[in-house]
């Protein structure tokens, strides 16, 4: 089974090229492959189908040839991926695959537009930020509360008092669960300057990463609520590097590099 290692910002990710969906990719191989022990090692798998062979995603065949069939790292299937679809897009440009200036992705979470920026970075159409209101968190002893924001992938994004990168998430962080029953992406942020925020991430099937595409322009649209505005330029710093969000009116995009470092063939049996 051929393989592809990449990485947005750290985030990173196995890519399975399977473009006729002939792979049975299971819950168990993708937790073996995920394995940083006994496997590649990664945040997830991207699935990469031809959208016409996937009756979930059918609908949009006609703007999109290539479906992110997303897998977290214990195997279960998620709506969207903001740092994947970057990484996603990367690999289909650099196979030729798509154009490389601009083109659609099919996802869980709907159709995602992809540019290619001059110097390189992608940057993603995430579609408009829609919020469901406050709840709360807990996090060792400490509860935080924040905003409910669906990505395509449901969010809390918490402002909390104390330093962000010295907070201790040994232990998963509690999920609220009365918004999403299926459970959210925790985030916690620190606003540090002029539209700019450092942030974490712990995510709903992988834990704590380096970065979350999503989870950024969620980060984005609270701590703009914060400042009393609905739109601008963000900058979202993550332990894995810098994103950049930008809110306006009707949609919102996620800009940020995209890298592929490895190539292979999987031997892991199921």
């Known amino acids: 089974m051929r393989f592809l290692k990449g990485h947005g910002t750290e985030n990173d990710f196995v890519i399975l090229p399977d473009p006729d969906g002939e792979l049975d990719v299971s819950a168990s191989l993708v937790a073996k492959v995920c394995d940083r022990r006994a496997g590649i090692g990664a ?3 991207l699935h990469v189908v031809r959208t016409k062979q996937c009756h979930e995603v059918a609908e949009q065949a006609s703007a999109a040839e290539w479906f992110m069939d997303y897998r977290n790292a214990n195997g279960s299937m998620a709506e969207m991926c903001g740092n994947g679809v970057r990484v996603f897009a990367r690999y289909l440009i ?9 083109f659609s ?10 540019r290619v920026e001059p110097g390189g970075d992608i940057t993603v159409d995430m579609g408009k930020p829609v919020i469901h209101g406050e709840s709360v968190t ?12 669906d990505m395509g992938n449901p969010h809390l994004a918490c402002p909390i008092g104390d330093p962000v990168v ?5 232990h998963q962080p509690g999920f609220d669960t009365g918004v999403f029953p299926g459970g ?11 539209a700019r925020v450092v942030m974490r ?3 709903r099937g992988s834990g704590e990463t380096r970065s979350c595409g999503t989870g950024a322009v969620a980060v984005a649209v609270a701590a703009a609520n914060l400042s009393g505005d609905t739109t601008g330029t963000w900058t979202i710093e993550v332990p894995g590097g810098t994103l950049t969000v930008i809110l306006d009116e009707d949609t919102s995009y996620l800009s940020g590099p995209a890298v592929i470092v ?3 063939d999987l031997m892991l049996a199921e």
């Open 43 to 45: 945040d997830g798998v």
């Open 94 to 102: 650099d196979a030729g695959l798509a154009d490389p200036q601009e």
């Open 105 to 114: 992705v099919a996802t869980r979470g709907g159709l995602r537009r992809i």
């Open 138 to 149: 807990t996090v060792g002893v400490h509860e935080y509360t924040g905003l409910h924001v």
């Open 166 to 170: 010295q907070l201790d998430l040994t």
């Open 184 to 194: 959210v992406n925790i985030e916690l942020f620190n606003p540090v300057g002029m």
């Open 201 to 203: 991430v712990f995510e």
């Open 262 to 264: 490895a190539s292979g």
